[in-house]
Each structure stands twice: as structure tokens, then as C-alpha cells.
């Protein structure tokens, strides 16, 4: 294995840690898509990242083996959060990153960018061990909220009304985004 797809097999081990997982198969499908989403200095300081928000310095000292200086770190952090392959926060002030999980997260950094390329190995991946991965937990990672109405449904099953989450956005006083679903967008 060169050192190159060693990275990527890294990424994949790291992120298949995540909640819901990355997990290998036989074809090698998921090193492709990864290797479309990521450089390979990209994926190897993916590795660094948790799950919680952390700032550069904490990353830093398990990056530091590397040999990427903190400046060389913080821009290689930055340019994940700009393609929308790690999410950021503040902190007490301080900008912090994490691992997005692949799904809710990385493959919906493609929106509005998917090729046909792309759209046959999440295909292939999602035959081959992803599918079978997403719905292995218990607790799902997104909810419906309904669109101008209400479904009425057990308390067990409680789900927000159009007019929850149109106060939700009157009253927020922070930023919030709303994005295209990848859902739609990769119907190829």
C-alpha cells in the first residue's frame, strides 16, 4: 500500500470511529469518495479531529508528530471547513473544529456539486456497506419537521409544526443556514 492510500485507509478508520460509521469494503469503493472529497494532507489532518469542538492548539499537539507547523495546520483546518468537510464553532471565543460524520455531513458538502462520477460510487458504497451501516443505530440522525402543517402523532413521535420552527427562526438571535438536500440534488 502506498503512503498515499495509507492516508486515506487512515480517514476511513478514523471516521468509521464516528457515530454512525465509514466502514471498508472489499472493492475499496470508500477510498475513492474519499479521495474525491479530500487531498491527502486534508485527509491525514482529518485524523487529528474529534467529535467535539476543539480549538487548533489542543489539535495541534496530536498533529504535531506530523511535522505541519501550527500555521500550516490551522490553514489546512481551514480550508476542510471552507469545502464543509469538518464543522466549526466558537468557543469562549475561540474558532474550534470537529469531524462531521460522513452522513449527516461530508457527502452533503456535495450538494449542487455531485458528478455522475461521484453519484455511482455513493451508489456502489451504499450496496457495498454504507447502507447497511446507516441504519445499524438506534437513534436516527435527522428528524421530519413538516412544511406548513402539523401530522398528528403520538407523544412518542412528537415531531415540530410549521409554526415551531417559524418561531424557532423569528426568535433566533444568532446565524443559521439553510442548504439544498442532497437527496434531491443527487438524482442524476
Partial sequence: MTIESQVY???QKHLDTLPIGFPPT???VELRILKHFF???EAQVATYLTISPEPVATIYERARKS????????AVLDSLARKVLITTSMEGGEKCYRNSPFVVGIWESAV???TPELYQMMGQ???????REM?????????????EKSIPLPEKYLVSSYDNVRDLVEKNTGQFAV???ICRQATI
Avoid: H, W
Avoid at 511535522?67 to 490551522?74: A, F, W
Avoid at 458504497?125 to 447502507?131: A, I, P, T
Avoid at 443505530?137 to 421530519?144: F, G
Fill in 112 to 114: 449542487n456539486r455531485v
Fill in 9 to 11: 485507509r487512515d480517514l
Fill in 39 to 41: 487531498t491527502p494532507d
Fill in 135 to 147: 441504519y445499524r443505530v438506534k437513534t436516527p440522525q435527522m428528524r421530519t419537521i413538516p412544511v
Fill in 26 to 28: 472489499e472493492s475499496g
Fill in 67 to 74: 511535522g505541519l507547523s501550527l500555521e500550516q495546520l490551522q
Fill in 125 to 131: 458504497y451504499s450496496q457495498q456497506g454504507f447502507g
Fill in 179 to 181: 442548504a439544498n438536500c
